[in-house]
């Protein structure tokens, strides 16, 4: 089983970019596929990106394909959320979330997940 904890989150201004990071602990990351969600008060979370375990699969939401880039290095047991360009729309609360195996479509539901990490805020706002 993986501990999660994302960092990287803060204050920043339209068309600016962040980078967050999902540092896990435990056995296995490289086993594990990674998503990321966001999540903004009064709504559940929304899934914006997901990575395979050998970080050959990418997926992404409509609203930030372009924009983000999911990447992972499995031997610093890390995911990256790179996040460009961003829109006061993006503001929210960032988790990763980790669940073990391989599938044929990467974009799972926030249920599939059995893994989450703390969260961490953004907020884009001029």
Not at 6 to 26: F, H, T, W
Not at 104 to 121: A, R
Request: hydrophobic share 30%; proline share 3%; with cysteine.
């Amino acid at each position: 089983q993986l501990q999660l904890m994302e960092s990287g989150g803060g204050l920043v201004q339209p068309g600016e970019s962040l980078a967050l990071s999902c540092k896990a602990s435990g056995l296995h990351f490289d086993l594990h596929t990674i998503g990321w969600f966001r999540q903004v008060p009064g709504r559940g979370r929304q899934a914006v990106a997901s990575i395979s375990p050998g970080g050959d699969t990418t997926t992404y939401a409509n609203s930030v394909k372009g924009r983000f880039t999911v990447s992972r290095r499995n031997g610093q047991s890390t995911a990256y959320l790179q996040m460009d360009n961003l829109k006061s729309e993006d503001t929210g609360v960032y988790y990763c979330a980790g669940v073990r195996g391989i599938f044929s479509d990467y974009w799972l539901p926030e249920s599939e997940y059995n893994e989450w990490g703390q969260g961490t805020q953004v907020t884009v706002s001029s």
